[in-house]
């Protein structure tokens, strides 16, 4: 693995952000969700395809604030357009656990 400068690691755009709905995505290879989330005033509302059903219902996930990178190029998954990667750790079976902050912050809050 090679050392990231500084200048690199704040090119990448890391946001706090609201998930305000959550479904299942029909059509896609391994089970996901459509997750639509409030990035704030700046940013606005972003969708994202997230692999998050061993641990999470769509219930479960709805006004949960994660951290999510907002300056990708938008992904074409299963036809639906994801603008947006909500960050998680692999669990030793594969599951995704969310990173969130432990205490509410404004949407779009920037991590840096």
């Known amino acids: 693995m090679s050392d990231l400068t500084w200048d690199e690691f704040e090119r990448v755009d890391l946001r706090v952000a609201t998930i305000t709905a959550a479904e299942p995505l029909e059509g896609a290879r391994r089970p996901a969700y459509k997750l639509t989330l409030d990035v704030g005033a700046e940013i606005g509302i972003r969708h994202s395809s997230a692999q998050l059903t061993a641990l999470y219902a769509p219930e479960d996930l709805v006004g949960r604030q994660v951290m999510c990178v907002v300056n990708f190029p938008p992904k074409r998954i299963a036809g639906f357009k994801s603008e947006a990667l909500v960050t998680g750790l692999y669990r030793d079976d594969g599951a ?11 949407n779009g ?3 840096g």
């Open 96 to 106: 995704v656990v969310l990173i969130a902050p432990d205490s509410p912050v404004p």
């Open 109 to 111: 809050a920037k991590l």
